[in-house]
């Protein structure tokens, strides 16, 4: 059941994202008007086939989801008639042609803007960004961080939830900066302390980071019983209910929740032993645990959630929304916050500041496609707006056969005066080949190496 939901979300994903960028170069493509012969989501022999509009461009859906292309009218592929030349795309401005190239990139942007004004407007939960005691000997101990320490600003940038405390600090480690964070204690009281993020490794710059620096989140005591288990996951398969009050794990007692969350993931695809209390009698109940990636490591896993106090999650969890147009207007910042930090971690992989290790290929994609659509459709929808702000950076970059290299072509013509040479095109070709395939080989190789340490 998880294979299928994984799958489906992941080829729905790529769908949506292949035919929103395609669609931005079609779009632009006819608005200049050139004629377009076929528009493909996908690559190899076609799947279902179909023409229709004025100039019967032919529609199809390939075999191979990964990518998808918009054919057009064009004097370098084929013979054109003489009476259509003026709709050839070689025969366009080179102002035209870039806009027609751009445009499959910032369509990409744009459907991110989108999610994120969906989200903005609609509400979106999130943990209140309340620290735990942290861990002895961590920058977070140092900083003296306290636990019940409620985090209202990161450098003077606000946050809400958890998530944002997250991102700022993650942008932060990045350039190894030292942060003012601004604090509000139980009574009320505010300080501010200094957090030094110098020491994270390019290695730590992942979701393991928190952990890293000590920055946990508070522990508000849950008492270890099942409130929920996720059908088809291991607690729901191997026995557990809602109701059942744990005892102990593998043999050690337990009184919170978080002990119960602490003996499992560190158990990763193994069996667990639980002692229950369940409507008055002791019970031993054997799980199997799932394994699940959380940055360089894997994790114990099985699907199950606690039974929570309504009023003592009320002050742990906020809701973040704004009217639309503040929504639209915060969408595309934080559009542009991503895009920016995406070229900042490539940059500083590129020189060896950020491990390589942090690439991720479309094992590890569908991983996390399956992942967000088991919790909601609202971390679904930011799934898909993180990828696709993926897809729209690395399109732009100067790499010949994607999208930025014809644009660097283009700019070099500009400059020149006339279009790059036959040969240039083809040995640029060629070499943007290689270094796509040298980076998708070795994101996969990545995800393999991900499969086997879980």
């Known amino acids: 059941m998880q294979l299928i939901l994984t799958l489906g979300a992941f080829i729905l994903a790529l769908g949506i994202l292949i035919v929103f960028h395609e669609y931005g170069h079609y779009l632009v493509a006819r608005l200049a008007g050139v004629k377009v012969l076929r528009f493909s989501v996908g690559f190899g022999a076609p799947l279902v086939k179909k023409r229709f509009g004025r100039d019967q461009t032919e529609w199809v859906v390939a075999v191979f989801p990964f990518g998808g292309y918009v054919k057009m009218l064009d004097e370098r592929e084929g013979e054109v008639a003489p009476t259509e030349r003026h709709r050839a795309f070689n025969r366009q401005s080179v102002w035209r042609r870039i806009a027609i190239v751009a445009a499959g990139p910032i369509a990409n942007f744009l459907l991110a803007i989108l999610l994120y004004w969906v989200l903005f407007a609609t509400g979106v939960p999130g943990l209140k960004p309340v620290i735990g005691e942290p861990p002895k000997n961590t920058p977070a101990a140092a900083a003296q961080l306290k636990s019940g320490d409620f985090v209202r600003a990161v450098d003077q940038v606000p946050v809400k939830t958890w998530q944002e405390l997250r991102w700022e600090l993650l942008e932060h480690a ?14 009320g009281n505010i300080r501010y302390e200094k957090l030094d993020l110098s020491g994270v490794g390019p290695e730590e710059l ?23 288990v996720v059908e088809g996951d291991p607690a729901s398969r191997d026995g557990l209910l809602p109701g059942d009050y744990i005892e102990s794990v593998d043999g050690s007692p337990v009184q919170h929740w978080a002990e119960v969350v602490a003996s499992v993931r560190v158990a990763p695809s193994r069996p667990v032993v639980f002692g229950i209390l369940r409507d008055g009698v002791r019970l031993v109940v054997t799980v199997d645990t799932d394994s699940v990636d959380e940055g360089a490591s894997a994790i114990g896993r099985i699907g199950a959630a606690p039974k929570i106090d309504e009023q003592r999650l009320e002050r742990l969890i906020v809701r973040v929304r704004y009217p639309v147009g503040v929504s639209l207007y915060r969408a595309t910042l934080k559009m542009g916050e991503v895009s920016i930090f995406t070229l900042r971690m490539l940059g500083r992989m590129i020189i060896g500041d950020v491990s390589l290790k942090n690439l991720s290929g479309p094992i590890t994609i569908a991983d996390y496609a399956g992942q967000s659509a088991k919790v909601g459709w609202i971390a679904y929808l930011n799934f898909l707006a993180l990828i696709s702000i993926s897809l ?63």
């Open 174 to 187: 990045v350039e190894k900066n030292l942060v003012e964070l601004e604090l509000e204690n139980e009574k």
């Open 206 to 228: 992942d979701a393991g980071l928190m952990k890293k620096i000590g920055v946990v989140r508070y522990d508000a005591m849950i008492e270890p019983v099942i409130g929920e």
């Open 392 to 454: 729209g950076v690395l399109n732009l970059l100067p790499v010949p056969v994607l999208d930025g290299g014809h644009l660097m072509y283009y700019l070099v013509e500009i400059v020149k005066g006339s279009p790059v040479s036959e040969r240039a095109l083809e040995l640029g070709q060629r070499v943007g080949l290689v270094l796509l395939f040298a980076l998708m080989a070795f994101a996969i190789y990545n995800d393999i190496i991900r499969l086997a340490a879980s």
